[in-house]
């Protein structure tokens, strides 16, 4: 990486852009969303230096996280998935803007226990916990739930969530495969929901064209694009895009911002730092950048 602004890791090679798709179907009964964020996930991997397992993880959170930005109306809605567990990974968090930005970190990515196939699950790793999705509207409050983790698979979690907290009948699916030498062969996701007025046969017809091709991951080898996993899904029903939004891993820090959230640390605490520390190091968790400040810096900041 060349500087922090420099997002794209993978940008000397051929790629697509990143994009989540809306569309309904069954008469307006249906909403559902779809997305590829192969080029996203690259570049988390890149700046985290992911495990296969972390990867797929935060991958499938940062699948989830594009697509709720989606559900609201608000252009300044920013979707944070906060994921808290006992086991080796620890969590992980995933932010979703509508402006089209993706970012995210594990909490842990240095455990040994996960082996060389990243399709061996994340749920141990994870383990017991919650799952805590804030959306932030630009109002003066953000909104919040949390659930009890079901599998820490992400995708059956979503899609608990929804059913039972906010009483949305949803289909959640989440795929990740990587290649060999690390790069992303497969990052989609999907999420299907039954409005007022849909039919009981309608989702058992849906979830039965899931079934036949068995993940979301299988869907996106058969289809090999958004619009394409959407079609196979509901294609029987009048499938209708109405909004397409390209998607990038982009993080956004600042000295101006790091420096708040030392200041954040309070008083008491700072002043105990600076007198150990001639310059205070501070590291993004979501870019991996590092901040220096001198602390007669920190300490004429505490002053005024």
């Known amino acids: 990486v060349k500087g922090k602004k420099e997002y794209s890791l993978f940008a000397g090679r051929n790629r697509m852009s990143d994009r989540i798709i809306r569309a309904s179907a069954y008469e307006d009964t249906v909403r559902a969303f779809a997305v590829d964020i192969r080029n996203t996930l690259d570049d988390a991997i890149g700046f985290h230096d992911l495990n296969p397992l972390s990867a797929t993880a935060l991958g499938r959170a940062l699948a989830g996280a594009a697509m709720i930005s989606e559900m609201g109306k608000s252009d300044e809605a920013v979707i944070t998935i906060k994921i808290k567990g006992k086991g080796p990974m620890g969590g992980l968090v995933a932010v979703a803007s509508r402006n089209g930005t993706l970012k995210g970190y594990v909490v842990n990515n240095n455990y040994e226990d996960y082996g060389d196939d990243a399709q061996l699950g994340v749920g141990p790793l994870i383990g017991e916990g919650t799952l805590t999705i804030v959306r932030d509207l630009g109002l003066k ?39 060999p030498d690390a790069t992303t062969r497969i990052a989609a996701g999907l999420i299907v929901q039954l409005m007022p007025g849909a039919r009981d046969e309608v989702i058992s017809e849906i979830e039965g064209r899931l079934f036949e091709a068995g993940s979301a991951s299988a869907i996106f080898e058969k289809t090999g694009s958004p619009e394409g996993m959407l079609e196979y899904l509901l294609g029987n029903g009048g499938l209708s895009i109405t909004s397409s939004r390209e998607t990038e891993y982009k993080c956004g820090c600042s000295r101006e911002g790091m420096i708040r959230g030392v200041l954040s640390l309070g008083r008491d605490e700072l002043n105990e730092i600076i007198n150990e520390q001639e310059v205070v190091e501070a590291v993004c968790h979501f870019c991996e950048t590092k901040y220096r400040f001198r602390s007669s810096e920190i300490k004429k900041l505490i002053t005024n």
């Open 141 to 179: 409050e953000p909104y919040s739930g949390t659930i009890p983790l079901q599998s820490g698979e992400i995708g059956d979690d979503l899609a608990y969530y929804f059913t039972y907290s906010e009483q949305v009948p949803s289909l959640v699916a989440l795929g990740v495969k990587l290649n």
